[in-house]
């Protein structure tokens, strides 16, 4: 298994709404990522994981609040957002190694807030 | 932190033609340079990387160059074909549990 699997592909919620987004893998990763992207911008980071602890935490809103449930899974969790969070978000993950292997990412969960 | 700027921002090309994407990195640290091919409404897929330790890396149509001292690397795509249209992606790293940081993007359309 050389992917990484994302859920839902597509959210719609509103701005009181809670919601979860999943991301799964079972390459033996043990550092997991969340981007965000903006249309026709470049993936930015949000969270890095490592050993299923945070590692990196790029000033992003508590709004956003990622977990680490083991090492196959990472969530991310939604809540009171804004329209302009409104984004494809993507998962990645990475191998350990001397300069690590490839980061592969998931299709990407596309979030609509109204 | 690390920059990538990356150039062109489109390009356009003749099926059979090469296409050449250049990005220029600040941070000497970083040792990793992947190279993402992202179609519309789908996650970026990795193409081709390369390592601080290689100058050079080739798979079929796609190859890669590295320039450690100017901070340089560079895809290079032969014969294209219209399935090449994408938009592309540079980035960087420090490798594993380290930020990627992406490079703006170019969008390579490939005439038939």
């Known amino acids: 298994d050389t992917e990484v699997t994302q859920t839902p592909k597509h959210l719609v919620m509103g701005m009181t709404n809670k919601k979860s987004l999943k991301c799964e893998q079972h390459m033996g990763h043990r550092a997991m990522y969340w981007y965000k992207q903006k249309a026709k911008k470049p993936p930015e980071l949000m969270f890095v994981?490592?050993?299923?602890?945070?590692?990196i935490n790029e000033s992003v809103p508590s709004r956003f609040s990622p977990e680490c449930p083991n090492s196959s899974l990472l969530n991310l969790h939604l809540h009171a957002l804004q329209p302009e969070d409104s984004a494809l978000y993507l998962c990645a993950s990475s191998q350990e190694g001397t300069y690590g292997n490839g980061y592969t990412f998931g299709s990407g969960t596309r979030l609509t807030v109204v | 932190g690390e920059n990538v700027e990356q150039h062109p921002s489109t390009l356009s090309v003749q099926e059979g033609d090469s296409a050449v994407i250049k990005c220029t990195y600040s941070d000497s640290a970083s040792n990793y340079f992947p190279w993402y091919k992202q179609e519309l409404g789908k996650g970026p897929q990795l193409i081709i990387d390369?390592?601080?330790?290689?100058g050079e890396k080739k798979d079929q149509r796609i190859a890669v160059t590295l320039n450690k001292t100017a901070k340089h690397f560079s895809l290079h795509i032969t014969e294209t074909q219209p399935e090449d249209s994408a938009v592309y992606f540079c980035a960087a790293s420090k490798g594993y549990g380290n930020k990627l940081v992406f490079g703006a993007g170019t969008i390579l359309r490939v005439k038939s």
């Open positions: 390369i390592r601080s330790n290689v």
């Open positions: 994981y490592s050993y299923e602890k945070l590692s």
